[in-house]
């Protein structure tokens, strides 16, 4: 019994070692299995050395190079009467396009209506202000004639009149006492004769009486003399001194008045001349409107019609045609004058490092398989498409000009095609597939093949053409490069070393620091005391306003029904180029200064991260990183 019972024992141990044993190997050999599928999975690239072409393909359409933009220059919406089919090559003088001109011809006849008034108005006023000037020089006249003569009468009676009186009275005094005289020798002699009885009584009475008349002439000649020195003269010259002062004045009212009157018809005489020009300028305006309503070709050429060039998402998707109505400064008829070409492509913004002016481009049409044109890029944008930005307002392209050399006869205004930038050609360059390459904490580095395993390596490198990235050092000719790198790794390794020695302020010590920085700010300004506060506060809310102002502008356009972005199309396809402009440039603005605000906002934000930066340490690429890990 106790050897059978220990058999049993050994056999059961058995069984177990046997079964742990199992077990071991089928899980070693999983392992095995799992990592030759891993291996089996991850992809290998082998760094290849040899001729690197560096270039960037963009799409683009065929522009002329150089042609005529024919507008129409009809004020308001006409209807077009007649328009050249397109395609049609005309010459210099050929009628291109016949706008409707029934209004303005209407217009025309009461123009000329009003100007024929104001013609006769302003002769009117030529002639009312020659009037006014005749009479005003004959009422000077006469004030002044009043005037010579008051000085005259004054003259004649101080220098004429009043000595030749004064003569007159000094003579009837002096003749007055001299017949006194001679009657008062005459009454003694009588009175003589009279007491010796020689003398009648009668007659000595009759010389008394003599006596008596001469004493009263001569009284009466005194009397006057004094009256005419003491009342008389004194009267006489202050009422005509009087009237030279009136006259004076008279003549002083009456040349104001006359100059006042002068003024008043040629201010009448400019108001008529000035209405007149400007009904005439109106006259003129309205016979160059109907002169504008048939456009002539300026040039030889072949017609393109403007709504032909564009996109259909920039016009209207109707072409021009008789009855349809244009507006102002509207774009109709382009008209190539010439056999040469361009190509018009839009560069993304990330791209727009790589090129600049010079460089060659190859251009293949979609029209003419096969066919390659050579060229170079003449110019590019200096801001981007405001019509993108439009449309996307996170999309940046720059409208970039190539150059055609030749055309062979076959390049067509609006055809589609592909031009290829040759940025940089090396002869003999090392290169991998640019997918295999990652940054990491702004490192560039790739997963080589060592064994059963891979490596990290950093390496140095060039340009890429978007599918080869140039190996400047770090790898050899003939390494296995991992095609899929752990992109995990290089994020954990950025994110760690980003939050490094970085420290996060608080809300306090953030609004504190700001303060601060705009009081320090207002105080260097000239003229300012110091005084912040009123001027700091509508700055804090305004990025957040500007920032949910964008938001809800992006929220209501994509929640517009299609009705409703078809009229925003169309709005803005009514635009004029200049208003198009301006548009794109407040939009740019407005950008500016709601990015301005968000990053002045962030900093006093409470739970916000510092700004991270860039794969290759530039900058601050605007984004935050991610959590640490707990």
């Not at 008789?322 to 190539?336: H, N, S």
């Not at 018009?344 to 044109?373: C, M, Q, S, W, Y």
């Not at 934000?605 to 900058?619: A, C, I, L, N």
Request: net charge neutral; glycine share 8%.
């Amino acid at each position: 019994m106790k050897k059978t019972g220990v058999k049993k024992w050994i056999a059961l141990l058995l069984m177990v070692g046997a079964l742990a044993f199992g077990v071991k190997w089928y899980l070693g050999w999983r392992e095995q299995q799992v990592k030759a599928g891993e291996q089996a999975k991850q992809i290998f690239a082998k760094v290849e050395e040899g001729p690197l072409v560096i270039n960037l393909t963009e799409a683009g359409s065929i522009k002329p190079r150089e042609q005529i933009v024919i507008k129409s220059q009809v004020e308001g919406r006409v209807s077009i009467l007649y328009i050249v089919p397109e395609g049609q090559r005309v010459k210099k003088g050929d009628l291109l396009v016949e706008l409707d001109s029934s209004t303005q011809k209407d217009n025309l006849v009461n123009q000329e209506i009003t100007v024929q008034n104001a013609s006769a108005s302003h002769v009117q006023a030529q002639e009312n202000l020659e009037v006014v000037k005749n009479q005003a020089a004959a009422d000077v006249d006469k004030a002044e004639l009043d005037l010579l003569f008051a000085k005259e009468d004054l003259i004649k009676y101080e220098e004429g009149e009043y000595p030749k009186t004064l003569n007159e009275l000094e003579s009837r005094v002096t003749l007055a006492a001299e017949e006194l005289q001679r009657a008062q020798d005459k009454l003694k002699w009588s009175t003589t004769l009279f007491e010796e009885k020689y003398l009648s009584e009668t007659e000595f009475r009759s010389d008394t009486l003599a006596c008596k008349r001469y004493e009263l002439e001569l009284k009466t000649a005194q009397n006057n003399l004094a009256l005419s020195q003491n009342y008389t003269y004194k009267r006489q010259v202050a009422q005509l001194e009087s009237d030279v002062r009136q006259r004076t004045m008279a003549l002083e009212r009456i040349q104001r008045s006359s100059r006042a009157n002068v003024v008043q018809a040629e201010a009448q005489l400019l108001a008529r001349e000035l209405e007149l020009n400007r009904q005439r300028s109106r006259l003129t305006k309205i016979q160059e409107q109907i002169e504008k309503s048939l456009i002539y070709a300026p040039a030889d050429g072949l017609v393109i019609y403007a709504t032909s060039s564009r996109g259909p998402w920039r016009s209207n998707t109707q072409p021009l045609e008789e009855g349809q109505e244009v507006f102002e400064r509207q774009e109709l008829i382009y008209l190539p004058t010439a056999d040469t070409f361009d190509a018009e492509i839009k560069v993304h913004e990330t791209n727009l490092k790589k090129i600049f002016v010079g460089l060659p481009v190859r251009i293949r049409i979609d029209a003419l398989p096969g066919r390659v044109f050579l060229g170079k890029i003449a110019k590019i944008a200096p801001l981007p498409d405001a019509q993108s930005m439009f449309m996307n307002p996170d999309l940046k392209i720059y409208n970039t000009t190539v150059n055609i050399d030749g055309g062979d006869g076959v390049l067509k205004s609006g055809m589609n095609c592909e031009a290829e930038i040759i940025i940089e050609q090396y002869a003999k360059a090392m290169f991998v597939p640019v997918q295999c390459v990652v940054r990491a904490a702004g490192t560039p580095v790739v997963y080589i093949r060592q064994g059963d395993s891979v490596e990290r390596r950093d390496v140095e490198i060039g340009l890429d053409n978007n599918r080869m990235v140039r190996i400047l050092s770090g790898l050899a000719v003939g390494d296995e490069v991992l095609i899929t790198p752990p992109l995990h790794e290089a994020v954990s390794i950025r994110a760690s070393e980003e939050i490094v020695d970085m420290k996060i302020p608080t809300r306090e010590e953030a609004e504190s620091s700001e303060a601060a920085r705009q009081a320090a700010s207002h105080r260097r300004r000239p003229g300012n005391d110091g005084a912040v506060g009123a001027a700091a506060a509508p700055g804090e809310n305004a990025a957040p306003a500007e920032g949910a102002r964008r938001e809800g502008g992006r929220r209501r356009f994509e929640n517009m029904s299609a009705e409703e972005r078809e009229a925003m199309r169309k709005r803005f396809e009514s635009m004029t180029p200049e208003e198009r402009e301006a548009m794109g440039r407040r939009m740019r603005e407005q950008r500016g200064a709601g990015g301005a605000g968000r990053g002045d906002a962030a900093g006093g934000s409470e739970g916000r991260r510092p700004p991270r930066r860039s794969d290759d340490g530039s900058g601050d690429t605007g984004a935050a990183p991610p959590p640490a890990q707990p």
